[in-house]
C-alpha cells in the first residue's frame, strides 16, 4: 500500500510541538509495517542540509519537488516555494505573530500536495492509494481530491480541533478554489474559510489522536462550533491514540541525561535530579519533590493554574521546574515566580529537547494540568522516565493514565487525575502525590508500574493500516458502483 501523509511538520526536519513528533513517528511505524510511505512537507528554510540543498525530483508549475530522507529511512518530499517558505519560522514571526500570508502559503501546499498524490504532477510514477492528511495546515488536500474524479481516498486528522485555519471569505478566490466549495456543506464556516472544516466534510474518514477527544469534540464545551459536522460524521470518526517514539524516549538509552537508568535501576533518577538541580540553580536537596513542566505556556495547557499552585507547592517542600513559551503575560508571571523563589523555582523559556530529556529524567512529578488535551505525548514520556504524572482527566490524558485512588491499593496505578480546571482541584491531586511521594516503597511499586506500559506505536500504526485498507476498499467499491451505474443507463 503507498500512503502519503501531508503535514505542515515531522520531526526532527520541522516541529514545534506533538504534530511533528507524530508524523515522523507514525511514518517509521508504518515503513515498519510494510507501508510505502512518503511524508509530503513544505520546504523550510530550516531544514537544508549543511552540505547543500536536498536533490530535486520533480519541477511543479510554480515550484520543485526536492527529496530528503529522516533519520528512520523514511522519504520526504519537500513542496520547495522559496517566496513562501524561505523564511525564519513556520508559521509565526519572530514576535509571534502569524505570517500574514499563511493562507497563501498553505493553500498552495495543499493545492500542489494534492496534484502530487493523485499523479497529476508524477513525482517519480508515485500515486498514493491513501492520503492521510494532517491538520488544518493539510485541510484542503481532502478538498481539492474531493473535485477530482478517481481521486485517492482521504483521511483527515484532528490533532487540536482549536487550531482551525480560519481566513476571510476572499480567499476562496485568490486561492482559486471551487466555488461549490464554499458553503456550509463545505468549507465555509460562520463566513470565514475554514481549512480544517474543508479537511472534516471532505475527507472519506477522520480520526483524531485518541478515544477520549474523539468523544469530547462532537460536544458543544470541546468541539469549537463543529461538534455539529462532527456529530452528522460519528460513523466516519474514530480516536486511535497517539504512540511515542520508544528510542529517543527510553531512559536506559538517552544520550541526553547525567544517568541512564531502568525500572530495575531507579537510583539513576537521583543522580538526574541532583544534576538538574544543580543545573537550574535549584537547592540541591534529594528530599525535596521536584515537579516538572514541559508545554506551551497557555490557557489550554493550564500554565495559570500551575503558577497559581506554587506558592502551596512551595511552602508543602517542593520544588519547580518549567520549560516552554507561550501567552506573554503567562511567561512574564512565571519568571517572576522565579525571581521571588530562586531556590525552589526554575523557569526556562523556549524550547530545549536535551532540557526536556533532563527534566523527565531528574523530575519526581511531571505536571500536566489540561484545560484540554487532545492526546498530550509527555505524560506517556513521563511514565516511562518513572516520573509518576499529575494531570486533568480529559482527552488522551484521561486515555493514557491509570490512577492512583488512595482507598484502594496501588495495583496497575500510573499517576494523579484531578477532575475540574481549577487551582483547588490540581493542589489536591498534588497533595495525593506528594502523601504518596513519602512512602517509598509505593512511590517506586507506582513508578514501575509506569514504566511497565507500552506506549510505541504498533498497536496504533496497526489501527490507522487497518483504517487505510477500509477506506481503500470503501473507495473501490463506490468507484465499481458508479460504473455499474453509467453502465446501467
Known amino acids: ?13 520541522a516541529k514545534t510541538g506533538g504534530l511533528g513528533d507524530v508524523v515522523g513517528a507514525l511514518a517509521a ?16 528554510r530550516a531544514i537544508a542540509r549543511p552540505d547543500g540543498d536536498w536533490p530535486v525530483i520533480a519541477a511543479l508549475t510554480d515550484g520543485v519537488v526536492r527529496e530528503a530522507t529522516l533519520p528512520s529511512g523514511v522519504t520526504v518530499w519537500l513542496l520547495d516555494r522559496p517566496d513562501l517558505f524561505d523564511r525564519p519560522g513556520f508559521y509565526q514571526d519572530a514576535e509571534g505573530h502569524d505570517f500574514a500570508d499563511n493562507a497563501i502559503r498553505f493553500g498552495w501546499f495543499g493545492k500542489r500536495a494534492a496534484e502530487i498524490v493523485s499523479g497529476g504532477h508524477s513525482v517519480q510514477g508515485w500515486k498514493a492509494d491513501v492520503v492521510h492528511a494532517h ?40 486561492l482559486g478554489l471551487p466555488p461549490a466549495s464554499y458553503q456550509a456543506d463545505g468549507a465555509e464556516f460562520y463566513g470565514r474559510l475554514s481549512f480544517l472544516k474543508a479537511g472534516l466534510y471532505y475527507s472519506d474518514a477522520i480520526t483524531t489522536v485518541s478515544e477520549g ?3 469530547e469534540i462532537t460536544t458543544t464545551e470541546f468541539g469549537f462550533g463543529m461538534e455539529g459536522l462532527l456529530q452528522a460524521r460519528r460513523e466516519d470518526l474514530s480516536g486511535i491514540r497517539n504512540g511515542i517514539d520508544t528510542q529517543e524516549w527510553n531512559p536506559a538509552t538517552d544520550r541526553w541525561i547525567a544517568q541512564a537508568y531502568d525500572r530495575d535501576h531507579l537510583n539513576g533518577k537521583a543522580v538526574n535530579k541532583r544534576v538538574l538541580q544543580e543545573a537550574l540553580g535549584l537547592c540541591a536537596d534529594a528530599a525535596a519533590p521536584l515537579c516538572g513542566m514541559v508545554s506551551r505556556m497557555t490557557w489550554q495547557k493550564g500554565t495559570d493554574i500551575v503558577i497559581e499552585t506554587a506558592e502551596r507547592l512551595i511552602g508543602a517542600g517542593a520544588q519547580l521546574v518549567l520549560l516552554g513559551n507561550g501567552e506573554r503575560p503567562l511567561e512574564q508571571a512565571a519568571v517572576a515566580l522565579a525571581a521571588r523563589h530562586p531556590a525552589a523555582v526554575a523557569v526556562r523559556i523556549g524550547f530545549d529537547e536535551r532540557l526536556a530529556h533532563k527534566i523527565e529524567a531528574g523530575a519526581d512529578i511531571f505536571l500536566m494540568p489540561s484545560r484540554f488535551e487532545p492526546c498530550g505525548l509527555n505524560q506517556m514520556y513521563s511514565q516511562r522516565y518513572g516520573t509518576p504524572p499529575v494531570a486533568r482527566a480529559t482527552g488522551g490524558l ?20 484531578f477532575y475540574e480546571d481549577h487551582a483547588e482541584s490540581l493542589w489536591g491531586a498534588l497533595e495525593g502525590a506528594l502523601a504518596l511521594y513519602r512512602r517509598k516503597e509505593s512511590w517506586v511499586r507506582l513508578q514501575r508500574n509506569g514504566m511497565d506500559r507500552d506506549f510505541g506505536w504498533h498497536e496504533s500504526a496497526s489501527r490507522y493500516l487497518a483504517l487505510y485498507r477500509r477506506v481503500a476498499a470503501r473507495k473501490k467499491e463506490s468507484g465499481h458502483l458508479a460504473e455499474h451505474a453509467v453502465r446501467q443507463r
Open 1 to 13: 500500500m503507498k500512503v502519503a501523509l501531508v503535514a505542515a511538520e515531522c520531526a526532527p526536519f
Open 398 to 417: 484521561r486515555d493514557t493514565i491509570a490512577a492512583y485512588d488512595d482507598t484502594a491499593s496501588l495495583g496497575s496505578a500510573t499517576g494523579f487525575l
Open 213 to 215: 477527544y474523539a468523544e
Open 135 to 174: 491538520d488544518w495546515h493539510a485541510g484542503l488536500v481532502p478538498l481539492w481530491l474531493g473535485f477530482k474524479t478517481g481521486s485517492p481516498p482521504t483521511v483527515q486528522t484532528i490533532h487540536n480541533l482549536a487550531f482551525q485555519g480560519c481566513f476571510p471569505s476572499d480567499t476562496v478566490a485568490s
Open 29 to 44: 511505524a508504518l515503513v515498519r509495517a510494510g507501508v510505502d510511505v512518503r511524508v509530503i512537507l513544505p520546504c523550510y
